[in-house]
């Protein structure tokens, strides 16, 4: 049985005749190669995505999805949708957070799916909140090889029908808050997943490890604040680090941003959005620092919407309903 490293999957891709299919899957490689879970310009609205130990972060049912579109213009491109729900628990004198992700990948001829639930202990720390928390999740992995077009197609390291497997995923995180600031160190996929793919291949995921912080820094102007932040990762091969900046407009419940964020020897990433009805809506293009075309870039919409609970009612939650608009 042959074994599939995402490392390895520009191998795979070099025996595909069609151009456009050879192309994204080696771009698609590059992408994956320092890790298995996607990139989100919008890190900071997406933490439990990253860091379980996030989840009930503020006292609000918190709703948040994006779309994201790498590499655009090119056939086969890939596509990213996450979707998660995270609300915090009040319950045996403590703190609790619960949240439940969908998470769906597709590279060239590879699709990447995960469902998670997530809880998070949380206790008063210095001043400030600490959480503990865990992620289970399953794995759902697919290739496509009926799209396959190779010369020796009895070659046994490359199926020609469409394969899928599944296994069990682990992740845990650590997640800090104090006031203006807060730091977050997590691990993706401790259990270092081995998925099945037919009876020829495997896909070997590797451990991921996170460290994420930010801080909201007021100005003179009472309506205006700077939001930096930073998230770095790796695989203990490779890794990616993104330093963003938001300046962020509030005024009477209306809120607007723009902001620029920097990955170093990767890309150029513009972010706007703001609060609109109630709802969080952001847009982001990144521009890669490589030889790829500016118009060749990665485009990507996040919503959010956020609604307050009250945690000291027994057995009730106050919320509001979320409107139709």
Do not use: C
Request: aromatic fraction near 12%; charged fraction near 15%; charge should be neutral.
């Amino acid at each position: 049985m042959h074994t599939i490293k995402l490392h390895d999957l520009r191998y795979i891709v070099v025996r595909i005749r069609l151009l456009t299919i050879l192309t994204v899957m080696m771009l698609a490689s590059a992408r994956v190669s320092a890790q298995y879970d996607a990139s989100f310009s919008h890190y900071w609205d997406l933490e439990p995505y990253y860091n379980p130990g996030s989840v009930g972060k503020a006292s609000k049912l918190n709703i948040a999805a994006v779309y994201a579109l790498s590499f655009a213009g090119f056939e086969n491109n890939p596509r990213s949708m996450y979707v998660g729900a995270d609300m915090p628990l009040y319950f045996l004198k403590n703190y609790h957070g619960v949240g439940l992700s969908l998470f769906n990948d597709q590279i060239g001829l590879f699709t990447h799916q995960r469902l998670a639930l997530q809880y998070a202990y949380k206790h008063k720390l210095f001043g400030g909140m600490i959480s503990a928390g865990v992620q289970l999740g399953l794995l759902s992995e697919g290739f496509d090889g009926s799209k396959l077009d190779i010369e020796d197609s009895s070659d046994p390291a490359f199926t020609t029908s469409d394969v899928n497997g599944s296994a069990f995923d682990v992740g845990f995180g650590l997640y800090y808050t104090h006031g203006p600031w807060y730091v977050g160190v997590s691990a993706q996929h401790l259990t270092a997943p081995l998925v099945e793919l037919g009876e020829t291949n495997e896909l070997q995921i590797d451990p991921t490890f996170y460290l994420t912080g930010g801080y909201n820094i007021k100005l003179r102007n009472p309506f205006l604040t700077i939001h930096p932040s930073v998230l770095l990762r790796t695989d203990g091969v490779a890794w990616r680090g993104d330093v963003s900046g938001r300046l962020v407009y509030t005024n009477d419940k209306k809120m607007l941003y723009g902001g620029v964020s920097y990955s170093p020897t990767n890309s150029v990433t513009v972010l706007v959005g703001g609060s609109f009805h109630g709802i969080n809506i952001g847009y982001s293009y990144e521009v890669y620092t490589s030889a790829i075309n500016m118009g060749n870039g990665s485009h990507e919409l996040f919503i959010g919407y956020q609604t307050t609970l009250n945690l000291y009612k027994k057995g009730k939650n106050k919320h509001k309903s979320v409107r139709i608009l």
